[in-house]
């Protein structure tokens, strides 16, 4: 866990807390990171505490809930996150459990499906809409990195990949200490 932790750190915690030498030295930190891994392995614990190390507004979508009854209600609460997350920032977006809008797309014609390719459409746009110096930082969590779609994989949105493997005993241990 140690390592996870230590890429968490450089990836979403220096370049928020030490924005101005991460541009002095041109390093363009990444806008998003993915950790992926089983249940029970500390990536939504480790969400949080980058959060409190940054002392950023913490903004949580469980993607479950993104996935809503109502055409467009999903693709509505992913604009008015990152709406809100542009007003309180800095500013960490969680996405708890990515892969129930991140799937591989497919041609459907069930209006779920397409619901579900909407509001994947919309998180890809929005990571798409702004820097990786600005002060949101992306961290979304799967259990299934394997069905995502590649299209969220791609250069320039989540770019830092994390991954969370069943923890031993002692990081077990580790993460109830956080």
Known sequence: LDKQIQELVEAIVLPMTHAEKFLKLGIEPPKGVLLYG?????????????????????????GPQLVQMFIGD??????DAFAL????APTI????????????????????DREV????????NQLDGFTPNSDIKIIA???RIDILDPAILRSGRLDAKIEFPAPTEE????????
């Open 38 to 62: 089983p249940p029970g392995t500390g990536k939504t614990l480790l969400a949080r505490a980058c959060a409190a190390q940054t002392k950023a507004t913490y903004l949580k979508l469980a």
């Open 117 to 124: 390719q909407r509001t994947m459409l919309e998180l890809l």
């Open 141 to 143: 969590a799967t259990n």
């Open 74 to 79: 999903g693709a509505k609460i992913v604009r």
């Open 85 to 88: 997350a542009k007003e309180k």
């Open 171 to 178: 990081a077990r241990i580790t993460i109830l200490q956080i």
């Open 93 to 112: 977006i969680f996405i708890d459990e990515l892969d129930a809008i991140g799937t591989k797309r497919f041609d459907s014609e069930r209006t779920g």
